[in-house]
Nanobody, 122 residues
Framework: QAQLAESGGGLVQAGGSLRLSCAAS????????MAWFRQAPGKEREFVAV????????IYADSVKGRFTISRDTPKNTVALQMNSLKPEDTAVYYC???????????????WGQGTQVTVSS
């Protein structure tokens, strides 16, 4: 059974950095696009970033552009989200997701992780 497991969340001060990781298991995600989403308390889940199966194409939400970087290590079946210059409004549960292509991963992923909490204090 395919599974995605996030790690790396925690508490950080505003202006700091965190690196989230997502490990895929149960199947190979080499040909799948990978994405990150987040959900803040009382808000809907929102798209953060997506990377295609080659690692050569990335798309970011405007709110994180220039601060966050998505990357993947395809042979290791992992994807990472480097988050710099964190703001209190980045506080949320961050989810890893995967889809057959970038559009699917971004709009209606086939697989979801359980999420990891990121809290940014002011």
């Amino acid at each position: 059974q395919a599974q995605l497991a996030e790690s790396g969340g925690g508490l950080v001060q505003a202006g700091g950095s965190l690196r989230l990781s997502c490990a895929a298991s149960g199947r190979t995600f080499m040909s799948y696009a990978m994405a990150w989403f987040r959900q803040a308390p009382g808000k809907e889940r929102e798209f953060v970033a997506v990377i295609d199966w080659t690692g050569g194409m990335t798309i970011y939400a405007d709110s994180v552009k220039g601060r966050f970087t998505i990357s993947r290590d395809t042979p290791k079946n992992t994807v990472a989200l480097q988050m710099n210059s964190l703001k209190p409004e980045d506080t949320a549960v961050y989810y890893c997701a995967s889809g057959l292509n970038s559009a699917t991963a971004r709009r209606s992923p086939d697989y979801w992780g359980q999420g990891t909490q990121v809290t940014v204090s002011s």
